[in-house]
T-cell receptor, first 113, second 110 residues
């Protein structure tokens, strides 16, 4: 079955610690995205990548970093510089055509201890 | 700037019809998407509009007026499983980036 997987489902971070959220897709999509969702707010774009070895900052990139070494994988690192990391993180992928929807993974809920 | 407005919450009765509105102001327009999101789960695609008019897909329909910056999602024959948040998202200028509204939480009661 084709789809997007994210791991872990829940992640706990200690103060001053970097953590990495995994996102893998086997849909052969060129584009991948990371969003953050907070209660009462819409999805906000953190980073996106249109092609391997290339990525751009979204609206709230500060305190986050990404890499895109393989088409299938787009991991997100939440660094210690992100002062309010508690949120629901969603990864998505899509084809490049304008009318194509984005497909979302199941999400990772990050909590700060 | 970019702004998308949706009502925060709506309630309806099983079997009824509900209309969820979305107004937008974006830099350019290259399509509007509606997604359904159950609590704690990923959003799932419902509909896409890029031209004015109504798109019907089973119990769900979506309407777009580009001149008014307005869309609505119409849900017919409501079922309990339709209780979820409904997200309006607009693609403005540029590559596939979407701007999301805050979502409308729909509660369907028996």
């Amino acid at each position: 079955d084709g789809g997007i997987t994210q791991s872990p489902k829940y992640l706990f971070r200690k103060e001053g610690q970097n953590v990495t959220l995994s996102c893998e897709q086997n849909l052969n999509h060129d584009a991948m995205y990371w969003y953050r969702q907070d209660p009462g707010q819409g999805l906000r774009l953190i980073y996106y990548s249109q092609i391997v070895n290339d990525f751009q900052k979204g609206d709230i990139a500060e305190g986050y970093s990404v890499s895109r070494e393989k088409k299938e994988s787009f991991p997100l690192t939440v660094t210690s510089a992100q002062k309010n990391p508690t949120a629901f993180y969603l990864c998505a992928s899509s084809r490049r055509e304008a009318q194509e929807t984005q497909y979302f993974g199941p999400g990772t809920r990050l909590l700060v201890l | 700037g970019q702004n998308i407005d949706q009502p925060t919450e709506m309630t309806a009765t099983e079997g009824a019809i509900v209309q969820i509105n979305c107004t937008y102001q974006t830099s350019g327009f290259n399509g509007l998407f509606w997604y359904q999101q159950h609590a704690g789960e990923a959003p799932t695609f419902l509909s896409y509009n890029v031209l004015d008019g109504l798109e019907e897909k089973g119990r769900f329909s979506s309407f777009l007026s580009r001149s008014k910056g307005y869309s609505y999602l119409l849900l017919k024959e409501l079922q309990m499983k339709d209780s979820a948040s409904y997200l309006c998202a607009v693609r403005g200028e540029g590559f596939q980036k979407l701007v999301f509204g805050t979502g409308t939480r729909l509660l369907v009661s028996p």
